[in-house]
């Protein structure tokens, strides 16, 4: 059987093959679901999010136009849905305190369920992963998307750039900006 | 030419996104430059950490995502109710309940402009001035025929308001007596 590309397919969704789109969706669901909660930080919000980029995808794919990969083109709309429902939430969330107790930054480390990889060390990685994530939290969203969009789908900087819609060298400094707040962030000791 | 820190091509290089021409000039700049090589190794350590916690992202039932992408889809395609439908096809009604909007503030405004003030010396009772506030401001003399709005509330009942005339005026010869 010929495996048909994205392109090949997206082109087809355009012309309402519903086939198409259900590949589409298959081959690039997991990618998206998991970019958006990198970007957000929240599985709810991800899940729908991404699921907007595929109505989107399903509803204007004609749109594409075959100048860059498919997964560009995907991806910058996964990438400006993040980021334009991270702005319009930001005012909520400061509104807004979580009492979500894995936000907290003083609050006691959470006991793990199971005793593997040892209970001290779990709570350990746990710290260090909510430090993260707090340090994630102070990043804009494009170095969010930037840096996130290195680690997690190893994209180079020219398609980072192509995603963002920006230069390589923006797209650099973005990731280097990001990097930089990243380390300092982790490095300070717990308030 | 002076050369500064490659520090937005420490990421690249760490990746290996670089020309062999950069990446040769950045290795030799790590080698003589201890607060870069820190700044590569820290880098590194947070790219680690990032995919490790990204890794840690579970998944949804594949399922029922899609089935959800469907059901969204579908909706978004359904015809909408015919009320909706007047709404939204019917800029004309739009226009005129936004200019009705528009008169209303207006109108309020003037009144809250050309409302009489307070006499100096007097101190009449709160009731009384939002009393004369309104329905002396307005040209709304029909009103001063109906002992009806006494109660204030009653304005931001629009029933009563628009019934007005229904109403049968009060006898006020009692009052006037006492």
């Known amino acids: 059987m010929v495996v048909q590309s994205d392109e090949e397919l997206c082109r087809k969704v355009a012309e309402h093959d519903a086939a198409a789109f259900e590949a589409l969706l298959g081959r690039h669901q997991a990618r ?4 958006a909660c990198s970007i957000l930080g929240s599985e709810a919000d991800a899940r729908d999010v991404s699921q907007d980029a595929f109505i989107r995808l ?4 004609g749109k594409f136009d075959g100048r860059s990969r498919f997964s560009t083109w995907f991806y910058r709309i ?3 849905l993040c980021i334009d429902h991270k702005r319009r939430n930001k005012w909520w969330r ?3 305190s979580f009492s979500n107790p894995d936000d907290d930054p003083d609050s006691p480390p959470v006991d793990p369920p199971s005793s593997e990889p040892g209970p001290e060390a779990a709570a350990i990685g746990a710290q260090a992963g909510r430090r993260l994530r707090v340090a994630l939290e102070g990043l804009s969203p494009a170095q969010r998307a930037a840096v996130l969009l290195q680690t997690d789908e190893d994209l180079s900087g020219r398609e980072i750039a192509e995603i963002l819609e920006c230069s390589e ?5 973005h990731i280097h900006r990001a990097l930089a707040h ?3 962030t982790m490095k300070e000791p717990d308030r | 030419m002076r050369y500064t820190h490659p520090r937005t091509e420490l990421a690249p290089y760490l990746r290996g996104d670089l020309s062999a021409a950069e990446r040769e000039r950045v290795a030799r700049h790590l080698e003589g430059c201890a607060r870069c090589r820190a700044d590569a190794d820290a880098y590194a350590a947070v790219l680690k950490a990032i995919a490790f916690e990204s890794a840690a992202i579970s998944e949804p039932d594949w399922t029922d995502y899609r089935a959800e992408i469907h059901r969204k889809i579908a909706a978004r395609r359904a015809p909408v109710s015919p009320e909706r439908a007047r709404w939204k096809l019917s800029p004309r009604l739009a226009w005129t309940s936004i200019a009705a909007a528009g008169a209303a503030v207006a109108a309020i405004v003037l009144l809250l402009m050309l409302g009489p003030r307070p006499e100096p010396g007097g101190a009449p009772p709160v009731e009384q001035l939002a009393m004369e506030d309104a329905i002396g401001a307005a040209d709304v003399g029909l009103l001063r025929d109906y002992p009806v709005v006494e109660h204030l509330d009653l304005l931001e009942n ?3 308001i628009e019934h007005l005339d229904e109403f049968a005026p009060a006898d006020t010869t009692n009052e006037k007596r006492s």
């Open chain 1, 32 to 35: 998206a679901f998991r970019l």
């Open chain 1, 58 to 61: 399903f509803e204007s794919a």
């Open chain 1, 78 to 80: 996964v990438v400006n």
């Open chain 1, 94 to 96: 400061r509104m807004v």
């Open chain 1, 169 to 173: 060298s923006t797209a650099r400094v």
């Open chain 1, 182 to 184: 990243l380390k300092k």
């Open chain 2, 158 to 160: 629009y029933d009563v």
